[in-house]
């Protein structure tokens, strides 16, 4: 199980198909500063802990197999484009992204105390009085459902169940009933330290060298693109085309990923090239058969940039032919516009 603050996601629900997790990872970083970054698939789960700096630790977990550190990482990057993991990531305070990073690093400080001499709420007070940095595992008898007690500082900030699926409870009810639980079936209790002082990163960030420019060879210069005033005709035009590939997709019944996934990871693909398509900054969307775009393009770059997009999705699905056959009417419609921009698909 693993387990973080999960109560706001800064974003949700994204797919790890079609995600550079490097990019990721370092785009959080700058536009959060400190959270975590959660995987999760039927059958598994991770999660990349960070603050401006560094990568601070990462978890694995699946039926057969765990994972912690850089070893987590490297699992989380080779299987995350195979894997389609749903991902979200999570804001967490500064002063508590160490405490939850470190979680799976916690030592043992007390081990099987049992109810019958230990009751927990002393146990509780006498953490609060030390001040102590760590986490209480509850084992109750009688098979009853268990669970963990977070203290940050001596300060109780959390429970989560043994049985459930990770989520943090901050209620005193959960505590309260937790110890109820402890005196009325008995158990054994766990207690975890965390020392934040010897915390050791996983990976820094790597600051990139600025690249020198290369010189371009002189070259007559090009014949102005016609500019079009209406933006709209354009991007119905754009709205059409992608359309019909979603279409043609859509009917093949070989090819198991859903379009808005292709052309995402296609997006992702071509950032560096043109960073209105950056997903995360969502300039340009295609959402249910609409197109919307909020940047500041010029026309000519914008057409270019998707129509490389819809032919290399094409290609690559191995739907070039079927999809040119789809493209008559579209051809006819917007002729103009495709002689004006040298469109050629």
Do not use: H
């Given at each position: 199980m693993i387990i973080i603050p999960r109560e706001d996601p800064a974003v949700q629900d994204l797919n790890s198909y079609y995600l550079k997790i490097d990019k990721l990872l370092e785009h959080y970083q700058g536009a959060l500063g400190t959270g975590g970054v959660y995987f999760k698939s039927p059958t598994s789960e991770a999660v990349v802990f960070?603050?401006?700096?560094?990568?601070?630790?990462?978890?694995?977990?699946?039926?057969?197999?765990?994972?912690?550190?850089?070893?987590?990482?490297?699992?989380?990057?080779?299987?995350?484009?195979?894997?389609?993991?749903?991902?979200?990531?999570?804001?967490?305070?500064?002063?508590?992204?160490?405490?939850?990073?470190?979680?799976?690093?916690?030592?043992?400080?007390?081990?099987?105390l049992s109810s019958e001499f230990t009751d927990i709420e002393g146990l509780i007070k006498k953490i609060e009085n030390e001040k102590l940095t760590g986490y209480i595992e509850v084992k109750l008898n009688q098979n009853k459902d268990g669970g963990f007690l977070f203290y940050y500082n001596g300060e109780v900030i959390g429970g989560a169940s043994a049985k459930g699926g990770g989520e943090l409870d901050r209620s005193a009810a959960y505590r309260d009933d937790l110890i109820e639980k402890s005196r009325e079936f008995g158990g054994r209790f766990d207690v975890k330290n965390i020392n934040l002082l010897k915390i050791t990163p996983i990976a820094k960030k790597v600051t990139k060298p600025t690249p020198r420019p290369i010189p371009r060879p002189v070259s007559k210069p090009k014949v102005p693109v016609k500019p079009h005033k209406d933006m709209k005709l354009i991007l119905g035009m754009l709205e059409g085309l992608l359309s019909l590939l979603e279409t043609v997709i859509k009917a093949n019944k070989r090819?198991?990923?859903?379009?808005?996934?292709?052309?995402?990871?296609?997006?992702?693909?071509?950032?560096?090239?043109?960073?209105?398509?950056?997903?995360?900054?969502?300039?340009?969307?295609?959402?249910?058969?609409?197109?919307?775009?909020?940047?500041?393009?010029?026309?000519?770059?914008?057409?270019?940039?998707?129509?490389?997009?819809?032919?290399?999705?094409?290609?690559?699905?191995?739907?070039?032919?079927?999809?040119?056959?789809?493209?008559?009417?579209?051809?006819?419609?917007?002729?103009?516009?495709?002689?004006?921009?040298?469109?050629?698909?």
């Open positions: 960070f603050d401006e700096d560094n990568l601070l630790n990462s978890f694995y977990k699946d039926k057969k197999l765990e994972f912690k550190g850089r070893a987590a990482l490297d699992k989380i990057v080779d299987i995350s484009s195979v894997n389609n993991f749903s991902v979200s990531i999570y804001y967490i305070l500064p002063e508590r992204v160490y405490f939850w990073a470190n979680l799976s690093n916690a030592e043992e400080l007390y081990t099987d090819i198991k990923v859903d379009f808005e996934t292709l052309l995402n990871k296609k997006f992702v693909d071509k950032v560096d090239q043109y960073d209105f398509l950056d997903p995360f900054a969502a300039e340009f969307r295609y959402v249910n058969g609409e197109v919307i775009f909020t940047g500041k393009a010029s026309q000519k770059e914008l057409v270019k940039a998707i129509v490389e997009c819809a032919k290399e999705i094409a290609v690559n699905q191995g739907i070039a032919k079927s999809f040119t056959k789809y493209l008559s009417p579209w051809k006819k419609r917007y002729t103009d516009q495709i002689m004006d921009f040298n469109i050629e698909i």
